[in-house]
């Protein structure tokens, strides 16, 4: 599996912005789909997984509520909506397919896009 985030960009705290990502392959729906976060010096961490029927999705903490997964079969892709911007959400967003929830991280990685919040 291939895939292209896009979506990121400079947007002011309280704003909103969504990502995406473009999955290749006719494997996309057997897939569990995710989003990850790394900013400058920090650890990489798990945001957000939607299982491969679109039935359930999993947060972390500190974006749910303001933050929201899917997926668009006819499309492939995979969305983040993100609402309600705090500067600490500034990181470079990655989009992962795996197997399953747990082995996400072991996965297929996209090349990142950079998300910038202003105070």
């Known amino acids: 599996v291939q895939l292209q985030a896009y979506g990121g960009g400079l947007v002011q705290a309280g704003g909103s912005l969504r990502l995406s990502c473009a999955a290749s392959?006719?494997?996309?729906?057997?897939?569990?789909m995710g989003w990850f976060r790394q900013a400058p010096g920090k650890e990489r961490e798990f945001l957000a997984t939607?299982?491969?029927?679109?039935?359930?999705?999993y947060y972390r903490d500190s974006v749910k509520g303001r933050f929201t997964i899917s997926r668009d079969y006819a499309k492939n892709t995979v969305n983040l909506q993100m609402n309600n911007l705090k500067p600490e959400d500034t990181a470079v967003y990655y989009c992962?397919?795996?197997?399953?929830?747990?082995?996400?991280?072991?996965?297929?990685w996209g090349q990142g896009t950079q998300v910038t919040v202003s105070s």
């Open positions: 992962v397919a795996g197997r399953t929830a747990a082995t996400l991280a072991s996965g297929f």
């Open positions: 392959g006719r494997t996309f729906s057997s897939y569990f």
């Open positions: 939607i299982t491969w029927s679109g039935d359930y999705s």
